[in-house]
């Protein structure tokens, strides 16, 4: 095996157009994947790129560079907005995973139970990626193509995920067999915007309970004006087509329904408290 | 093969390894430095934490070659003559049975207290158990490590 660390990104997508390579950057889901067989012939670590790593705002869009960690997110200052990525950044692993493991690889990695994919779909996350053709922006929704499959070409390399600024509060739930260091047997983000106590657009989406994560448009839709008293009958009442959960070792698909129903509605209401992460 | 230069516990060592040597396996095979310790290898368990830059790290989950130039230092390099404060409190306190852990608690533990001491912010007993999410003790039922990580903390 060969490690590449180049330091910028032209280095980096010079070194990818030649094939064979396997990004690398926190390396929390490469590493331990390394057991599983031969390692792979070509890393190519991206943690070293200049002005892949930060969180910025500019012309109305928010952006998480590639390489920044979910421990970057949880100390960066930013609106309510984000309350629920924050969150999800919390529990991912353990310290030691948010300080190497990134928001960029929790996406690429496309697991059904990354806890970043519901929350960034609640924000209408694009991903960033370029490569020879240059770059392209994808909704995030398109970019996971299945578990564990996304919408990169080869020679491509994602960039950075992008997210348009608005109103709204952010929140994430995450069911787990225990509190921490634990994969999700469901979880839920949503972002709500509110308007004289009303919810003026609610968007939500849920993991864990399909081969990947899926925003809830049909309960979005039935939303729209509810008073927070109203939002758990609404949601017990919403018919729920994207929830397609499965029996694996973590829960039963029927446990897995009932949990989500929950989740959604605690998550929707805690995006209209007042704002509560430190 | 990569030839690296690292500062391991203060002393510089020079190999030339394979680029996927793990750092975990570089300290135990290569130096013999065997007291950092392997429970899981999937970056679960946090045995084997040790510091590199002054940082914890789980060796298990960086590749050696990618640390050229750095400061390592793992349990053997803690105690300066005298056992450290945080390995005598977790004698005294009873913070471990079998010991396989200890290790990566004790690092993973000292760059807690560090970190909350260079930041200005108190180390409550809830904090600790948050920030020791990373290490898992199949015997202790961690209540003694608390103790230890809180009284050690009062020493350093
Ligand atoms: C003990 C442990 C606990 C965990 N707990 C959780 C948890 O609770 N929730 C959760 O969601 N995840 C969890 N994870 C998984 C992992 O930590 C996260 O998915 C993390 O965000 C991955 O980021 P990374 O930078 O480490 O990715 P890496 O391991 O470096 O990469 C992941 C994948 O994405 C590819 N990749 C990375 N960056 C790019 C890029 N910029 N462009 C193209 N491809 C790229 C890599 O080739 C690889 O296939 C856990 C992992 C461990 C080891
Ligand atoms: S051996 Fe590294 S975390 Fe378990
Ligand atoms: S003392 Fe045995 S695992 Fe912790």
């Given at each position: 095996m060969t490690l590449y660390r180049p330091d910028s990104l032209d280095s980096a997508l010079s070194l990818l157009g030649k094939?064979?390579?396997?990004?690398?950057?926190?390396?929390?889901?490469?590493?331990?994947?390394?057991?599983?067989?031969a390692p792979p012939a070509h890393l190519l670590d991206i943690s070293g790129i200049a002005g892949l790593r930060g969180i910025a705002r500019a012309g109305g869009q928010w952006r998480i560079g590639a390489a920044t960690t979910w421990t970057d997110v949880i100390r960066a200052d930013l609106p309510p907005l984000f309350d629920g990525l924050k969150l999800a950044a919390r529990e991912v692993g353990s310290v030691q995973i948010q300080n190497s493991g990134t928001v960029a690889g929790n996406l690429c990695n496309a697991s059904p139970a990354a806890d970043g994919v519901p929350v960034l779909m609640a924000l209408?996350?694009?991903?960033?990626?370029?490569?020879?053709?240059?770059?392209?922006?994808?909704?995030?929704?398109?970019?996971?193509?299945?578990?564990?499959?996304?919408?990169?070409?080869?020679?491509?390399l994602v960039t950075a995920v992008l997210i348009p600024d608005g109103p709204g509060q952010g929140a994430f739930l995450k069911l787990g067999a225990r509190r921490y260091l634990v994969i999700s047997i469901a979880m839920v983000g949503a972002v709500i915007a509110t308007r004289s106590g009303r919810i003026d657009r609610a968007r939500v989406a849920v993991g864990s309970c399909g081969p990947v994560a899926r925003r809830l448009t049909g309960v979005e839709t039935a939303l729209?004006?509810?008073?927070?008293?109203?939002?758990?009958?609404?949601?017990?009442?919403?018919?729920?087509?994207?929830?397609?959960?499965?029996?694996?070792?973590?829960?039963?698909?029927?446990?897995?329904?009932?949990a989500a129903r929950t989740l959604i509605a605690r998550a929707i209401l805690m995006a209209m408290e007042a704002p509560h992460v430190a | 093969m990569t030839n690296i230069t690292?500062?391991?516990?203060?002393?510089?060592?020079?190999?030339?390894?394979?680029?996927?040597?793990?750092?975990?396996?570089?300290?135990?095979?290569?130096?013999r430095l065997t007291g950092t310790h392997v429970g899981c290898d999937t970056s679960q368990c946090g045995a084997c934490v040790v510091h590199v830059d002054g940082k914890a790290a789980k060796s298990c989950t960086t590749l050696a070659v990618a640390l050229d130039g750095a400061q390592v230092t793992t349990i053997e390099g803690l105690a300066n003559g005298d056992l450290h404060p945080m390995q005598e409190a977790f004698t005294e306190?009873?913070?471990?049975?079998?010991?396989?852990?200890?290790p990566g608690m004790i690092m993973a533990s000292v760059d807690i207290v560090n970190r909350y001491k260079a930041e200005g912010r108190t180390l409550t007993e809830k904090a600790i158990r948050h920030e020791?999410?990373?290490?898992?003790?199949?015997?202790?039922?961690?209540?003694?490590?608390?103790?230890?990580?809180?009284?050690?903390a009062a020493k350093m």
């Amino acid at each position: 095996m060969t490690l590449y660390r180049p330091d910028s990104l032209d280095s980096a997508l010079s070194l990818l157009g030649k094939g064979g390579m396997t990004v690398l950057a926190g390396g929390t889901d490469v590493y331990p994947g390394l057991r599983d067989g031969a390692p792979p012939a070509h890393l190519l670590d991206i943690s070293g790129i200049a002005g892949l790593r930060g969180i910025a705002r500019a012309g109305g869009q928010w952006r998480i560079g590639a390489a920044t960690t979910w421990t970057d997110v949880i100390r960066a200052d930013l609106p309510p907005l984000f309350d629920g990525l924050k969150l999800a950044a919390r529990e991912v692993g353990s310290v030691q995973i948010q300080n190497s493991g990134t928001v960029a690889g929790n996406l690429c990695n496309a697991s059904p139970a990354a806890d970043g994919v519901p929350v960034l779909m609640a924000l209408d996350a694009l991903v960033e990626v370029q490569g020879p053709g240059g770059s392209r922006q994808v909704p995030l929704t398109d970019f996971i193509a299945g578990p564990r499959a996304v919408a990169l070409d080869p020679g491509e390399l994602v960039t950075a995920v992008l997210i348009p600024d608005g109103p709204g509060q952010g929140a994430f739930l995450k069911l787990g067999a225990r509190r921490y260091l634990v994969i999700s047997i469901a979880m839920v983000g949503a972002v709500i915007a509110t308007r004289s106590g009303r919810i003026d657009r609610a968007r939500v989406a849920v993991g864990s309970c399909g081969p990947v994560a899926r925003r809830l448009t049909g309960v979005e839709t039935a939303l729209t004006g509810a008073a927070p008293g109203d939002v758990a009958r609404l949601v017990a009442a919403a018919d729920l087509p994207e929830l397609a959960p499965i029996d694996d070792v973590r829960a039963t698909a029927t446990y897995r329904n009932d949990a989500a129903r929950t989740l959604i509605a605690r998550a929707i209401l805690m995006a209209m408290e007042a704002p509560h992460v430190a | 093969m990569t030839n690296i230069t690292l500062t391991v516990n203060g002393k510089s060592v020079s190999r030339d390894i394979p680029d996927e040597t793990l750092l975990s396996e570089f300290l135990r095979e290569h130096l013999r430095l065997t007291g950092t310790h392997v429970g899981c290898d999937t970056s679960q368990c946090g045995a084997c934490v040790v510091h590199v830059d002054g940082k914890a790290a789980k060796s298990c989950t960086t590749l050696a070659v990618a640390l050229d130039g750095a400061q390592v230092t793992t349990i053997e390099g803690l105690a300066n003559g005298d056992l450290h404060p945080m390995q005598e409190a977790f004698t005294e306190h009873h913070g471990l049975q079998c010991g396989f852990c200890t290790p990566g608690m004790i690092m993973a533990s000292v760059d807690i207290v560090n970190r909350y001491k260079a930041e200005g912010r108190t180390l409550t007993e809830k904090a600790i158990r948050h920030e020791l999410e990373g290490n898992i003790c199949r015997c202790t039922g961690y209540h003694n490590i608390v103790k230890a990580v809180e009284s050690a903390a009062a020493k350093m």
